[in-house]
C-alpha cells in the first residue's frame, strides 16, 4: 500500500483508539519513516522494508496524495483479495501500432466481473478523456471478457466527478470525492 495515514492503518488492524494507534506506531519508530502532510504519513524504511521483505523503496516524496486515495477505496471495498497495484492491460492489434494498452490504478474482481480502479488527483481532464477513449476500445476487443468492467473513480472537486460522470458515460461507474471518506 506504499504510504499509509494512522487513520487508515487503524481500519486496516482495526486498532480502536487513536492512542492505542500512536502507541503501537511509536513502537514501530525506527522501521517507519513518517511525513507531514497535514496528517502524517507512515511508510517503511530499510529496516522495515527488511523485515517484511519488501523490495521496493518509498521515499517521501512524490504524489503521496494519489496512494492514499487509492488506499481509501481499498478500505471502503473491504480490502478485496483480488486486489492489485499499477495493471497494466493490454489488447493486441493486427499490427503493432493497433495494440491498445492502459495501465489502471487498481483492478479487482467482485461477482465475475473487473472493477478498475482509477484516482484523479492531479491528472488532467485531457489525459482522463485518453484514457477513457483506451478503456472503450479494450471493452470493444473484449479485453475484460463478456461483461464490461465497473469504473471506480476518486476525485478532489465536484467539477471533476461531473465531468469523469460524462466521460464514463454509457459504461457502469462508481464516482467518490475524496472528502466523503473523511
Known amino acids: 500500500m506504499d504510504y499509509l ?3 487508515q492503518l487503524q481500519l486496516i488492524h482495526g486498532l480502536k483508539s ?3 494507534a500512536r502507541r ?3 513502537q514501530m519508530s525506527d522501521q517507519i519513516n513518517v ?3 497535514g496528517q502524517c504519513v507512515y511508510y517503511l524504511n530499510a529496516k522495515g522494508r527488511e523485515i517484511v521483505g519488501c ?4 521515499k517521501g516524496t512524490g504524489n503521496v496524495d494519489h496512494y492514499l486515495m ?3 477505496l481499498y478500505i471502503a471495498f473491504g480490502m478485496p483479495d483480488t486486489w492489485k497495484n499499477e495493471i497494466k492491460i493490454t489488447s493486441k492489434g493486427l499490427t503493432k501500432k493497433d495494440t491498445v494498452t492502459n495501465i489502471a490504478d487498481a483492478l479487482f474482481k467482485y461477482q465475475n466481473t473487473f472493477h478498475i480502479v482509477e484516482v484523479d488527483n ?3 481532464m485531457a489525459k482522463n478523456k485518453v484514457k477513457m477513449e483506451k478503456y472503450r476500445l479494450l471493452i470493444e476487443r473484449k479485453a475484460f471478457g463478456d461483461v464490461p468492467p465497473v469504473f471506480i473513480w476518486i476525485t478532489t472537486t465536484e467539477l471533476k466527478r461531473k465531468y469523469l460522470q460524462e466521460l464514463c458515460k454509457g459504461l457502469t461507474g462508481q464516482f467518490f470525492l475524496v472528502s466523503e471518506f473523511a
Do not use: C, H, M, Y
Not at 55 to 58: S, Y
Open 5 to 7: 495515514t494512522r487513520s
Open 70 to 72: 487509492r488506499n481509501t
Open 35 to 37: 511525513k507531514k502532510e
Open 18 to 20: 487513536d492512542r492505542n
Open 55 to 58: 523490495q521496493k523503496v518509498r
Open 122 to 124: 492531479t491528472q488532467t
Open 24 to 26: 503501537i506506531l511509536a
